[in-house]
């Protein structure tokens, strides 16, 4: 995950310079990244060094690097790794219950084989650049399964109805069943998905990062950096 963060800061810097300064390493990261996802039976990259866990959603952030390199160097390299992918988790990782991808696809978390706030609400921001069609078929069914009203606020749930799990450093707090990172990140994900009608309803993340009686809330790294993220929301 550490290549695939800083692959896509290369892309960027790229795209908002058009300097090569990083190309050699842009272009040796890249090279990397596809190899190891061609390789993988899964189509999926273990996520960290001595691990052997998939996630379906840093896959995706994996393919938008090479999205990106692609898109700036006019080459190929993420079209067969993305298709692998898609056919692999369509067709092998979907919980057959909610028809949602599962959150890990090795089986040897608690939580592998349920979908998740957090990561589908990132998975599909990184999805809506490449497969739209894909996109828009997984944000349906997650809003479907995921998007609740509260006390007149709106939020995707970080785990699906009935099932009550711990926050942990993806999901950020979870209050009434609503997750900081599912709800921020899907405030983004509605964008990509030209849905301004949930858009408008998941304005209420403010409630999670900006009511100062909920220390835990407004406090966290993780709930100012969505602040910071849907407040000054811009596509590229």
């Keep these: 995950m550490y290549l695939s963060h800083l692959n896509i800061i290369l892309g960027f810097y790229k795209l908002t310079t058009d300097s090569n300064t990083y190309a050699e ?14 390789q993988d039976s899964t189509a999926h990259i273990a996520s960290y060094i001595g691990s052997n866990l998939r996630f379906p959603a840093d896959q995706a952030a994996t393919l938008f690097s090479l999205y990106l390199f692609d898109r700036n160097y006019k080459t190929q390299l993420h079209q067969e790794p993305l298709k692998m ?11 057959g219950k909610y ?3 599962f959150s ?9 084989y349920m979908p998740r706030g957090c990561a589908l609400s990132f998975t ?20 479907k399964e995921f998007l609740i009203d509260v006390l007149n606020y709106s939020g995707f749930r970080e785990w ?19 997750g900081t990172s599912a709800t921020g990140l899907g405030l983004i994900a509605s964008k990509a998905m030209n849905d301004d009608l949930v858009y408008q ?6 409630f999670f990062v900006r009511n100062q009686q909920k220390t835990i809330l407004s406090e966290s790294i993780l709930a100012k950096s969505i602040d910071l993220v849907a407040s000054n929301y811009k596509e590229f």
């Design 124 to 143: 599909i921001r990184y999805l809506s650049f490449l497969n739209k069609v894909e996109a828009k078929k997984l944000w349906i069914t997650y809003k």
């Design 25 to 38: 390493l842009n272009t040796h990261i890249s090279q990397h990244l596809q190899n190891l996802s061609l």
């Design 160 to 178: 699906p109805s009935g099932i009550t799990k711990e926050a942990d450093i993806d999901s950020g707090p979870i209050v009434m069943g609503i």
């Design 201 to 206: 309803k998941l304005k209420s993340i403010e």
């Design 99 to 101: 028809n949602l991808p």
């Design 104 to 112: 890990e696809v090795s089986g040897k978390t608690s939580y592998s």
């Design 85 to 95: 992918w898609l056919t692999y988790v369509n067709t092998r990782a979907v919980n």
